[in-house]
């Protein structure tokens, strides 16, 4: 299995950025995908998560930011992030989390830099 993260780059404060997770080895329609960001020195935390069908959950800093979308036809689940702000720093990391077994996988992250 695996999550392949894309997207991360350096903008500027107020920007955007839209972050690609592709899966492969598994059946993306069986799972619940996230997002999750980890600042220096600080725990990971949930950003966004999608349910199939598509139910959101975001927390409350990025709430009418970012929009997490999926598409289970082509394996993917995207994270448009906008009018960023610098303690949007972080590496971003996509996850799987099994809607039928205790099964979770997690990829290897991309780093987001907000900064003039």
């Known amino acids: 299995v695996q999550l392949q993260a894309s997207g991360g780059g350096l903008v500027q404060p107020g920007g955007s950025l839209r972050l690609s997770c592709v899966a492969s080895?598994?059946?993306?329609?069986?799972?619940?995908m996230g997002w999750y960001r980890q600042a220096p020195g600080s725990q990971r935390e949930l950003v966004a998560l999608i349910d199939n069908p598509g139910g959101t959950t975001y927390n409350e800093p990025v709430k009418g930011r970012f929009t997490i979308s999926r598409d289970n036809a082509k394996n993917t689940v995207q994270l448009q992030m906008n009018t960023l702000k610098p303690e949007d720093t972080a590496v971003y990391y996509c996850?799987?989390?099994?809607?039928?077994?205790?099964?979770?996988?997690w990829g290897q992250g991309t780093l987001v830099t907000v900064s003039s």
């Open positions: 080895g598994i059946t993306l329609s069986m799972y619940k």
């Open positions: 996850s799987a989390r099994s809607r039928y077994v205790n099964r979770s996988y």
